[in-house]
């Protein structure tokens, strides 16, 4: 059984998209015409996100409850300035809303995959069989699961998940996870564009993130090397490779559960605040991010 809600979330406006007007004498009625022909192709094109919920389960023959999940996703619409949705573009700024809104959101298609549900309901279909087999307890069911919230500026969409997944073993398997998306390019974009040294920037986001590790360590009576793996700042120097999301306040960077620490620990998240952060990113940077130019 598979369902579909819609929840609103959060909007935000795009960069007026605007097309040229032609250099023509024409008379004063047919001009207005033009006029208005021209704003009408000039109106502003913007976005909104919601949170659209998919489920899906499914049962053994003799009804016993086998897999089950839910994802809860962010979708992008293109909207003309009236507030209604482009479904079909009728200018060239509506296409350009549309190829970027389909860029975003083919990003989470994959997560509807009927693919994977299958692939988890044979596997507990399996499990239930070897059980009843064996004169096991059923703990089931299977289940998957995805929390999403998203942030949007004029020219930012970031979204913060969490993934679940429990298929039987000692507990659950949890995953954080982050996508931020440029309205303007329509791309997931690499945090390193918003500097204006990548490197330079990567390397003290680094340092202000172990420094925060530490004193987590010392907060829980241990040194870094003991509370986190041993290998902890090797890990922590990818930090851009792991969930990295934006909000009203800043910057977090998330370790999910044994990426950095054993399971016990539960996953690790570090916060960089707008004030750390501002000066250290370009013009393109605080555009993008919706802060103040300085």
């Given at each position: 059984m598979?369902?579909?809600?819609?929840?609103?979330l959060?909007?935000?406006?795009l960069?007026?998209?605007t097309a040229g007007?032609a250099n023509?004498?024409v008379?004063?009625?047919?001009?207005r015409a033009?006029?208005?022909?021209?704003?009408e192709?000039?109106?502003?094109?913007?976005?909104t996100?919601d949170?659209v919920?998919w489920?899906?389960?499914?049962?053994?023959?003799?009804?016993?409850p086998?897999?089950?999940?839910?994802?809860?996703?962010?979708?992008?619409?293109?909207?003309?300035?009236?507030g209604?949705?482009?479904?079909e573009a009728?200018t060239?700024?509506?296409?350009r809303a549309?190829?970027?809104?389909g860029?975003?959101?083919g990003r989470?298609?994959?997560?509807?995959?009927?693919?994977?549900?299958q692939?988890?309901?044979?596997?507990a279909?399996?499990?239930l069989k070897?059980?009843?087999?064996e004169g096991v307890?059923?703990?089931?069911p299977?289940?998957?699961?995805?929390?999403?919230?998203?942030?949007?500026?004029e020219?930012?969409?970031?979204?913060?998940?969490?993934?679940?997944?429990?298929?039987?073993?000692?507990?659950?398997n949890?995953?954080c996870?982050?996508?931020?998306?440029d309205?303007?390019?329509?791309?997931?974009?690499?945090?390193n564009?918003?500097a204006?040294?990548?490197?330079?920037?990567s390397?003290?986001?680094?340092?202000?993130?172990?420094?925060?590790?530490?004193?987590?360590?010392a907060?829980n009576?241990?040194p870094?090397?003991?509370?986190?793996?041993?290998?902890?700042?090797?890990?922590?120097?990818g930090?851009?490779?792991?969930?990295?999301?934006f909000d009203?306040?800043?910057m977090?960077?998330?370790?999910s559960?044994?990426?950095?620490?054993a399971?016990?620990?539960?996953?690790?998240?570090f916060?960089?605040?707008y004030?750390?952060?501002e000066s250290?990113?370009?013009g393109?940077?605080?555009?993008?991010l919706?802060?103040?130019?300085?």
């Amino acid at each position: 059984m598979k369902k579909l809600i819609v929840l609103p979330l959060v909007l935000g406006l795009l960069t007026a998209c605007t097309a040229g007007t032609a250099n023509i004498t024409v008379p004063a009625a047919e001009s207005r015409a033009v006029r208005q022909n021209e704003e009408e192709k000039e109106a502003p094109c913007y976005y909104t996100v919601d949170m659209v919920v998919w489920t899906d389960s499914a049962q053994a023959e003799d009804g016993t409850p086998l897999a089950e999940c839910r994802y809860q996703l962010p979708e992008l619409t293109a909207r003309r300035s009236d507030g209604t949705p482009v479904l079909e573009a009728g200018t060239e700024a509506e296409a350009r809303a549309l190829e970027i809104a389909g860029a975003f959101n083919g990003r989470f298609e994959e997560w509807v995959s009927a693919r994977e549900f299958q692939e988890l309901t044979d596997m507990a279909r399996e499990d239930l069989k070897w059980r009843r087999e064996e004169g096991v307890d059923w703990f089931g069911p299977y289940a998957l699961g995805l929390t999403s919230s998203a942030y949007q500026t004029e020219h930012l969409v970031s979204v913060t998940a969490t993934y679940y997944s429990s298929t039987g073993g000692a507990h659950p398997n949890t995953a954080c996870l982050g996508w931020n998306f440029d309205l303007t390019s329509g791309t997931f974009f690499d945090l390193n564009i918003l500097a204006e040294d990548g490197a330079a920037f990567s390397a003290e986001v680094r340092e202000e993130l172990l420094r925060q590790a530490r004193a987590v360590a010392a907060e829980n009576g241990l040194p870094p090397e003991e509370f986190f793996w041993a290998d902890y700042e090797n890990i922590i120097a990818g930090w851009t490779s792991y969930a990295v999301s934006f909000d009203e306040t800043g910057m977090t960077v998330a370790f999910s559960p044994y990426e950095l620490a054993a399971y016990a620990a539960g996953p690790q998240i570090f916060h960089l605040s707008y004030d750390w952060l501002e000066s250290r990113f370009s013009g393109f940077g605080r555009e993008v991010l919706g802060l103040a130019a300085g």
